[in-house]
């Protein structure tokens, strides 16, 4: 009989779903199971000695290592020398990487939250193991002991202290990255990418999509990306992908005001009855009882602000293919340039220039595998006014020309 990976909980708390950080302790003694994590975790090793692998690559364990697993990552402890102990600091990732996009610089040449999918393993130095055992001993002081239900009464500003805690903790991660000359990664035989599938549908959720746009992102066949998919989580691609969206409302729901109509696009969902259908099949609630059991902890960022973000990145998907300007959607909008930028930074992470290149080259490659259009053609369909424009920017997107793009990756789609 086949044995799925486990897909763990996408909540922190199995006692308060609402919460968005818990702490604990977790020793482990023998290899463990192939585990999916739907909640974000840090893991600080505080003894023992072993090691694990985060999506298929095998990292050393020991006393000052600090491992950040992010959402549908995949782990296994595969060696255990000397008994590990763990100290355990889970969060909800949307809260806080909202909270990081909001307050990030926008001429930041790497995003705080793209550093940290760089690498998911750190050896602290004595200095900064001092400062991750602070860091994680103030989260502890502020959420208790989740396996012992040791939880603390709840303080005045608590919810935005853990989430100013839960940032010192990423940027100082991030930091000890930036020093170092390269990941310490073991040994481990050929690469996987395919663990990868999963964690990037996660992170695109907001995009259209299709099992189409994944077999090309991985240069897979479509079959082979709905067999993987299948083997590991026992769902169908599109199961999957709703599962995943049903996630996402749930944090909308405990942790916004809203509404259905607002987060129905934002998640690629035809219209506010559509996501309610979806949401009651699933969760056999209906979308208003759920608000009212579970209310919102807190408002993450302006309501206002995030139904004008979200609005330019649909329009700007519905119409890339058109001669749009930046000057021009900004004034449709009534804000400046930098403010325009400044909002589609906080949502996909790239400028309007970066993110109209995007959605074309995007477009193209689907074209130039599923038709047989000239590239003079494809180029001007997608929105560039000529093919030279066109060649440049596919080139620094994709690393080849449109040519060799269609003739290498056709054969591997089809």
């Not at 940290?116 to 004595?126: D, K, R």
């Not at 067999?227 to 992908?241: D, N, R």
């Not at 620094?396 to 020309?401: A, I, K």
């Amino acid at each position: 009989m086949k044995e799925y990976i486990e897909l763990q909980t996408q909540f922190c708390s199995k006692i308060d779903i609402k919460k968005i950080c818990t702490f604990d302790y977790e020793t482990i003694t023998e290899r463990t199971l192939p585990l999916y994590h739907r909640s974000p975790r840090f893991i600080l090793v505080r003894e023992g000695k072993g090691s694990i692998e985060i999506d298929r690559k095998r990292y050393e364990l020991k006393s000052g290592v600090l491992l950040s697993i992010l959402p549908w990552e995949c782990t296994q402890v595969v060696e255990v020398k000397e008994s590990l102990n763990f100290e355990i600091v889970k969060y909800n990732y949307d809260v806080v990487a909202e909270n990081l996009k909001s307050s990030s610089c926008i001429w930041d040449p790497v995003s705080v939250l793209k550093r940290l999918e760089e690498s998911p393993y750190a050896y602290l130095s004595n200095e900064r193991k001092k400062e991750m055992e602070y860091l994680f001993l103030k989260i502890r002081e502020e959420v208790g002991i989740e396996s012992v239900m040791d939880f603390r009464e709840r303080r005045s500003y608590q919810e935005i202290n853990i989430i100013m805690l839960l940032s010192s903790l990423i940027i100082a991660f991030c930091r000890v990255i930036d020093n170092r000359d390269k990941i310490i990664s073991m040994k481990n035989g050929l690469e996987d990418n395919r663990m990868l599938i999963l964690r990037y549908i996660y992170m695109h959720l907001g995009e259209k999509i299709t099992l189409e746009r994944i077999a090309k992102q991985f240069y897979l066949s479509r079959s082979s990306v709905r067999m993987y998919v299948y083997e590991k989580t026992g769902l169908a691609f599109q199961e999957l992908v709703s599962e995943m969206r049903i996630m996402k409302i749930i944090n909308y729901l405990l942790y916004t005001d809203m509404t259905l109509e607002d987060i129905a696009p934002i998640l690629g969902y035809v219209d506010a009855a559509h996501i309610s259908k979806v949401f009651s099949c699933r969760m056999e609630n209906k979308v208003s009882e759920y608000r009212r059991t579970y209310q919102k902890v807190l408002n993450i960022t302006n309501i206002e602000e995030k139904r004008l973000a979200y609005q330019l990145v649909e329009y700007i998907t519905k119409n890339y293919q058109e001669d749009i300007q930046a000057l021009g959607t900004s004034e449709k909008f009534g804000i400046s340039i930098e403010e325009m930028n400044r909002h589609l930074i906080m949502q996909v992470e790239c400028n309007f220039s970066d993110f109209i290149n995007r959605l074309r080259i995007d477009k193209s490659c689907e074209m130039l595998l599923d038709t047989n259009k000239s590239i003079t053609d494809i180029a001007i369909e997608v929105g560039y006014g000529t093919v030279n424009t066109f060649r440049r920017n596919f080139i620094q997107l994709r690393h080849v020309l449109p040519n060799e793009f269609r003739t290498t990756q056709a054969k591997l789609v089809n």
